[in-house]
């Protein structure tokens, strides 16, 4: 055993977590995909809410990232609360997307986001992208072009 055995086993389990994050990400659509059969809006957000709670709880405690909300009140805990509205207010947007023009035009949010960013990083960080970056933005948002909304 070398000097180096310890770090070396930090990072494998380090990525080992990692994976096991990236395997629970790929239960995400499949959650989404089977909510939206018979359910729409409140019950499906509730519902949603609800499994994610079961879900992130124990993952919060396991993890050490628990924000315990009877203690005194700090930025961080404001900055919880924050977030949550917003995050609920988007997701019940995002839902209601979803049930008046489809899953597949609706799924093209990710595209946008991914846009934001680049321009983001552009404006904030000063940062300065390839030709490549350029063209495979201009093939994405023609592709996006070409989805249309779900016709009734």
């Given at each position: 055993?070398?000097?180096?055995?310890?770090?070396?086993?930090?990072?494998t389990k380090s990525i080992v977590d990692m994976r096991s994050c990236d395997l629970l990400?790929?239960?995400?659509?499949?959650?989404?995909?089977?909510?939206?059969?018979?359910?729409?809006?409140?019950?499906?957000?509730?519902?949603?809410?609800?499994?994610?709670?079961?879900?992130?709880?124990?993952?919060?405690?396991?993890?050490?990232?628990?924000?315990?909300?009877?203690?005194?009140?700090?930025?961080?805990?404001?900055?919880?609360?924050?977030?949550?509205?917003?995050?609920?207010?988007?997701?019940?947007?995002?839902?209601?997307?979803?049930?008046?023009?489809?899953?597949?035009?609706?799924?093209?949010?990710?595209?946008?986001?991914?846009?934001?960013g680049v321009l983001l990083s552009m404006g904030i960080l000063d940062e300065v992208h390839?030709?490549?970056?350029?063209?495979?933005?201009?093939?994405?948002?023609?592709?996006?072009?070409?989805?249309?909304?779900?016709?009734?």
């Open positions: 055993m070398g000097p180096n055995t310890q770090a070396t086993t930090e990072a990400t790929l239960l995400i659509p499949l959650e989404t995909g089977v909510a939206l059969g018979p359910l729409e809006g409140t019950s499906l957000r509730v519902g949603a809410s609800i499994i994610g709670c079961f879900v992130t709880f124990p993952l919060a405690i396991l993890s050490n990232q628990f924000v315990n909300p009877f203690v005194s009140r700090t930025s961080a805990h404001y900055a919880v609360v924050l977030s949550s509205i917003i995050h609920g207010i988007v997701y019940a947007t995002y839902i209601w997307l979803v049930t008046k023009v489809g899953v597949v035009f609706s799924a093209q949010v990710s595209y946008v986001v991914t846009l934001a390839s030709k490549f970056i350029w063209m495979s933005l201009i093939c994405m948002i023609l592709g996006m072009a070409l989805v249309k909304p779900r016709s009734h």
